[in-house]
Every structure is written in C-alpha cells, then in structure tokens.
Nanobody
C-alpha cells in the first residue's frame, strides 16, 4: 500500500506560479499511475492532470497549457507545476495513485490534500 502526502499549497496572486509536490512511500512507486485532482467549494471534484507509463499525460481543458505534471521515480515524488494561475484554480488539490502502467481509470490511493488559493 502506498501513502501519499501533498505539500506546496498556499496563497498566490493571479498570474503567479506554484509547484505542488506529492511524496509517496515505498520502493514500487514507478509501478503506479498518478494524478492530481482538485475540488473547489460548490464544484465537482475534477481530475486536473495525470501521468502513466513513463511519459503519457492527461490534462483537463481548464488547466491545459498552464499546468504540467511530472514525476521523479527515484525520489518517489510527483509534481504539479501551475503557471498563470487564475482565481478559478482555487481548490484543495489531491494527489492520487493507481497501481499499473495503463491509463488510470480508478484511483485507489489518496493524499490528504493541500489548499491552493489564488487571489485576484
């Protein structure tokens, strides 16, 4: 079982950047597909970005072109680089993982979340 811990959230002004980190336990992190979800007040939880099988990535239309997901298997970490932030990006961001190298369809492991607030 993998444990996930997010960090890097905070308050940033619109147009700014922020990088979220997710630290994973275990030595088999490379066998997991990972993603970043976010949930804003009054909105449905959405998958912002995910990566699997090396370099495959997915981005939600709302973040495409502004966010970049990456991972460092040697460090058991996944990152979400967020640029050109908008107030609409304000949400709790969750790191999630699914065992396997195929495109993830169900995320079985979740972190506790980290708050990102973008002011206008």
């Amino acid at each position: 079982q993998v444990q996930l811990v997010e960090s890097g959230g905070g308050l940033v002004q619109a147009g700014g950047s922020l990088r979220l980190s997710c630290a994973a336990s275990g030595r088999t992190f490379s066998k997991y597909a990972v993603g970043w979800f976010r949930q804003a007040p009054g909105k449905e939880r959405e998958l912002a970005a995910s990566t699997w099988s090396g370099s495959n990535t997915y981005y939600a239309n709302s973040v495409n072109g502004r966010f970049t997901i990456s991972r460092d298997n040697a460090k058991n970490a996944v990152y979400l680089q967020m640029n050109a932030l908008k107030p609409e990006d304000t949400a709790v961001y969750y790191c999630a993982a699914e065992y396997g190298t195929s495109r993830p369809t169900s995320f079985n492991y979740w972190g506790q979340g980290t708050q990102v607030t973008v002011s206008s």
